[in-house]
């Protein structure tokens, strides 16, 4: 049984280009949250999906945006890329209305 | 005032020795509390989760949760060189909320 994965492992991006990176939830879990997780940080939640619909959304900007697939994996975009975007991009997955959160390996993002 | 606090050491122990780590937070809304290990380069994995006050124990580890002073713990008995890793707690207001992490605490057992 796969766990979560997330595509690419790393990317290296110039400031104001956009960025897409991409999850697969574990294989039963319906729900996907992405985290921003910065060198030497916890992570910091940006937003939930839940039947294809955005449904919490931590303090990031506009630029952030995602997207919910029909087969529960999920896309998270970034705009207008920025230096402080530079960070560890994490990818969880659970059943709704359930606690356990289940982590990919993440994304590392390298704003040049 | 930051909702989650936690020292982020780096907390250096011999093997065998029992290791404690604590969260504080402010917001007495949260009901769930979660202790999530991550290596270096890797995703967090959750250690275990314990909702409301009270203790859990799973093998090696026993986390606290003191709602009163709102302080939490994870104890790790007989630690080993492969628990060195940053330990986050984090906590939630209900099964679906968002999820806040403390910043971590990085975690060396020396052989």
């Known amino acids: 049984d796969a766990g979560v994965t997330q595509s690419p492992t790393h990317l290296i991006k110039t400031r104001g280009q956009q960025v897409t990176l991409r999850c697969s939830p574990k294989s039963g879990h319906d729900t996907v949250s992405w985290y921003q997780q910065a060198l030497g940080q916890g992570p910091q939640f940006i937003f939930q999906y839940y039947e294809e619909e955005e449904r919490q959304r931590g303090n990031f900007p506009d630029r952030f945006s995602g997207h919910q697939f029909p087969n529960y994996s999920s896309e998270l975009n970034v705009n207008a890329l920025l230096l402080g975007d530079s960070a560890l991009y994490l990818c969880?997955?659970?059943?709704?209305?359930?606690?356990?959160?289940?982590f990919g390996p993440g994304t590392r993002l390298t704003v040049l | 005032q930051k909702e989650v606090e936690q020292d982020p050491g780096p907390l250096s122990v011999p093997e065998g020795a029992i290791v404690s780590l604590n969260c504080t937070y402010s917001?007495?809304?949260?009901?769930?509390f979660m202790w999530y290990r991550q290596y270096s380069r890797k995703g967090p994995e959750l250690l275990m989760y314990?909702?409301?006050?009270g203790n859990k124990e799973d093998g090696r580890f026993t986390a606290q949760v003191d709602k009163s002073s709102k302080y939490i713990s994870l104890f790790i008995r007989d630690s080993q060189p492969s628990d060195s890793a940053t330990y986050l707690c984090?906590?939630?207001?209900?099964?679906?909320?968002?999820?806040?992490f403390g910043p971590g605490t990085s975690l060396s057992v020396i052989p």
């Open positions: 969880a997955s659970s059943l709704y209305r359930v606690n356990e959160q289940f």
């Open positions: 984090a906590m939630r207001k209900t099964s679906y909320d968002k999820v806040i």
């Open positions: 917001n007495s809304a949260f009901q769930y």
């Open positions: 314990t909702y409301s006050s």
